[in-house]
Structure formats: C-alpha cells, structure tokens
C-alpha cells in the first residue's frame, strides 16, 4: 500500500505492557521513528532506529524491526497512565518523513 | 531558544483572506519540514527543504499553499485566500546532520 499504517486505538491497564504496531511502505527507508503526542502538543520524538537494526532498547520502550515484513512495533514496559498520548510512526522515503495515522494509547488504573 | 519556534501559536481567520506561519528551526538545521494535522488527524507533509535544493513540494494541497526558506534558516507557510476546509494545525520541523527532526508547538488555524 502507499499508506504508513497502524491501529487507530489501543487500551491498556496501568502496570501492563502496551505494543504499538506500524507497517510502513518503503523497503529503502533508512530511518524509522516513534514519536509521542499529548492532547494540545506538537510532537516529541521518542526513539528512532536505523534499518540495519532489528531491535532497539532505551529504558522502558523497545523497537523491533523486521524488514523482510515492513513491520515496526513500540513496546512500552510498564505502561504508566503518563503515557496516555497519541504515538506516531513514520518512515524517511526521499528525506522527507511519512508518518501514520497514530495509535491513541489509554491507560487505565 | 533551543527548539523549534512557531508564531503565531494560534490564528484565527476569515475566510478569503490570506494568512503567513512562520517557523524558526534549531539553529544549523539544514533540513526544515512543513506538516498539517487535522482535527484527529495523522499528519500530512507539505513541503521539505533540505540546504540550498529546491524543496520537495509534492505535498501541498493546492497553489493557494506556498512557503518560502529564506538564508537557510526561517521559513513562512503562506495560504492565500484561505478557505474553511484549512483549519488545522500547521506543525513545523528540522533535522540536523543526524537523523532526529523535531517538531514546534504549532499553529492552531481557524478560518472562520
């Protein structure tokens, strides 16, 4: 498809881990990224990870890539009700930075 | 200041007249994006300039849009007669060296 592409909704119970799953379209990208927004906010990036790498940790998330799929997932540890936001993918196709629909995450206590 | 700066942070409009954003990027940024997000909406890339190329411009919805990078540094999204269907917030980003872009506060437009 032409389309970066994720589940729109995701709820969680506080404590839990939350996977955040994208498919993305170009087998060339060299970057893919997470990136965070709360309610009235522009973006924060949360983590990115180079092409040639399956998997990336940085303290509570996790980003595992599979190539051969065009497949990107976020995973969250311990997931706090802080985290309630709207979690972009995107791919850089020809420098410039595609991104999907986002995943409003919820987390309930 | 050390991000990435919008003004105006929200702008209201009406309809048929033209409205200028702009977007200060972090200082030595060479590459600087334009992106719209509506309402619940993912966003949508606009235009990319990337050091003294000519910008990608693939994105932009109509010649009503246009945008402007002067010295490398500063850039202005100008709509011109703007239409209702424009509301949205307009974020702007830039990217270093490195493969990190980050993105301002935005600008809230409303076109009434």
């Known amino acids: 498809g032409e389309d970066v592409e994720q589940s729109l909704f995701l709820s969680v119970r506080e404590g839990d881990s939350s996977v955040i799953n994208c498919t993305y379209t170009?087998?060339?990208?060299?970057?893919l990224y997470w990136y965070k927004q709360e309610p009235g906010a522009g973006l924060q990036l949360l983590t990115y990870?180079?092409?040639?790498?399956d998997m990336k940790q940085d303290q509570r998330l996790t980003v595992l890539l599979n190539k051969k799929d065009k497949h990107l997932s976020l995973r969250i540890a311990d997931t706090q009700t802080g985290d309630s936001a709207i979690y972009f993918c995107?791919?850089?196709?020809?420098?410039?930075?595609?991104f999907g629909q986002g995943t409003e995450l919820s987390v309930k206590p | 200041g050390a991000g990435v700066s919008q003004s105006p942070s929200n702008k209201v409009t009406e309809k048929g007249k033209d409205v200028e954003l702009r977007c200060d990027p972090i200082?030595?940024?060479?590459?600087l994006y334009w992106y719209r997000q509506s309402l619940g909406q993912g966003l949508e890339f606009l235009i990319y300039?990337?050091?003294?190329?000519?910008?990608?411009k693939s994105g932009l919805p109509s010649d009503r849009f246009s945008a402007e990078r002067t010295g490398g540094s500063v850039s202005t999204l100008t709509i011109q007669r703007t239409q209702q269907e424009d509301s949205a917030v307009y974020l702007c980003?830039?990217?270093?060296?490195?493969?990190?872009?980050?993105f301002g506060q935005g600008t809230r437009l409303t076109v009434v």
């Open positions: 980003a830039s990217r270093g060296q490195g493969p990190e872009a980050f």
């Open positions: 170009d087998s060339s990208s060299t970057y």
């Open positions: 990870i180079f092409s040639n790498m």
């Open positions: 995107a791919e850089s196709k020809g420098g410039k930075l595609i």
């Open positions: 200082s030595g940024h060479t590459a």
């Open positions: 300039f990337q050091g003294n190329s000519a910008p990608d």
